[in-house]
């Protein structure tokens, strides 16, 4: 397996797929269109936001989505990462162990001492998380009124 940078083609691909990543990511509560993901991701890579995908030969198994984010309160700037996604076919083999370990290393490079995510509760990415060592941070709750 390799993990890199994608091509066009593949930037393409991982667009096209990413309205089941939400899909999925938000465990069914976002249905997005390709034309919202766009408004999502293209602000993110305008902004230094990148992919890195995963792959073997011509396979594209999965990708993780990094980028900066500053905190409302303190203005620290930290690493972000916005999105994990393994094709279904791909799943546990450990390939977002990896994305996210090679995403965690690209920010060490740049200097950042802080990593942050949201996460759906009852995401099943959650215990990965927490085994590479994130902690809740902030709760975020609703109420259906």
């Known amino acids: 397996m390799e993990i890199r ?12 797929l990413a309205p089941q990543a939400l899909f999925d990511g938000t465990l069914g509560e976002a249905n997005p269109s390709d034309e919202k ?19 073997e030969g011509n396979n594209l198994m999965g990708w993780i989505l990094i980028g900066t ?17 393994v094709l279904d076919e ?3 083999n450990g390939i977002s162990k990896q994305l ?11 200097g950042y001492s802080e990593v942050r995510l949201s996460v759906y509760a009852g995401n ?9 060592g994130f902690k809740n941070r902030t709760i975020t709750m609703s109420m259906t009124i």
């Open 5 to 16: 940078k994608p091509n066009d083609s593949e930037y393409k691909k991982i667009l096209s």
């Open 37 to 55: 993901v766009k408004q999502l991701v293209e602000p993110l890579l305008k902004k230094g936001s990148y992919y890195l995908i995963a792959t």
């Open 69 to 85: 984010s500053k905190d409302q309160f303190t203005e620290k700037i930290c690493g972000f990462i916005y999105e994990l996604y």
């Open 90 to 92: 791909f799943r546990g």
């Open 100 to 110: 996210m370990e090679t995403g965690i290393d690209h920010f060490k490079q740049d």
């Open 124 to 132: 099943q990415a959650n215990k990965l998380y927490e085994k590479l």
